[in-house]
């Protein structure tokens, strides 16, 4: 990949909800993009191990994405 101070990277939260402070991140994605949005390079795709307590906290919205997802 060539390094350039232009190059961006961009990162995906699946979080267990939109609140930062109360609410956990269940997947973690990131890609490299150049200053034109070209992909240079993917990073993992990590999903992170929250407590079956957590997950059935969800809203409805939530867990209905996270399982059409296959993330739950």
Do not use: C, F, R
């Not at 890609?31 to 906290?57: F, M, S």
Request: proline residues 4%; aromatic residues 4%.
């Amino acid at each position: 990949m060539k390094q350039s101070p232009d190059n961006l990277i961009w990162i995906d939260l699946e979080m267990t909800g939109l609140n930062p402070d109360t609410d956990y991140i269940i997947e973690i994605a990131t890609v490299i993009t150049d200053a034109k949005l070209e992909i240079l390079a993917e990073g993992p795709v990590i999903a992170i191990h929250v407590e079956d307590a957590i997950l059935a906290g969800m809203d409805e919205w939530n867990t209905n994405q996270h399982g059409k997802s296959g993330l739950m």
